[in-house]
């Protein structure tokens, strides 16, 4: 059974910083793309980063300079460094996994398996 648990969300203040980690399980990743999405309740989902299997990566205007995406496939796990975060930053994050190798992408149609999400919450 495939699985993607994030952790790592929490409250920061205004120019702080967070690591979000998403624990893979259940299938072979290591050859897929992977990425963090946000969402709002209400709003439509935003890709924030996206990583694939060669280690090329891809981000959103938004965060080009404050966020790193990575992955460590010996420990199963994705990463989202998010430095100088700001209250704009405040919603779930979601990481997702493809199931097929593909090019660094945020398009969210790619993505076949979805972790639960985890808050962040950026007070100014």
């Known amino acids: 059974q495939v699985q993607l648990v994030e952790s790592g969300g929490g409250p920061v203040q205004t120019g702080g910083s967070l690591t979000l980690s998403c624990e893979i399980s259940g299938y072979t990743h290591s050859f897929y793309a992977m990425a963090w999405f946000r969402q709002a309740a209400g709003e439509e989902r935003e890709g924030v980063a996206g990583?694939?299997?060669?280690?090329?990566?891809i981000y959103a205007d938004s965060v080009k300079g404050r966020f790193t995406i990575s992955k460590d496939n010996a420990k199963n796990r994705l990463y989202l460094q998010m430095n100088s975060l700001k209250p704009e930053d405040s919603t779930m994050y979601y990481c997702?996994?493809?199931?097929?190798?593909?090019?660094?992408?945020?398009?969210?149609?790619?993505?076949?398996?979805w972790g639960q999400g985890t808050q962040v919450t950026v007070s100014s």
């Open positions: 990583i694939n299997d060669d280690g090329n990566t």
């Open positions: 997702a996994s493809s199931a097929h190798r593909v090019r660094p992408t945020l398009d969210a149609n790619y993505f076949r398996y």
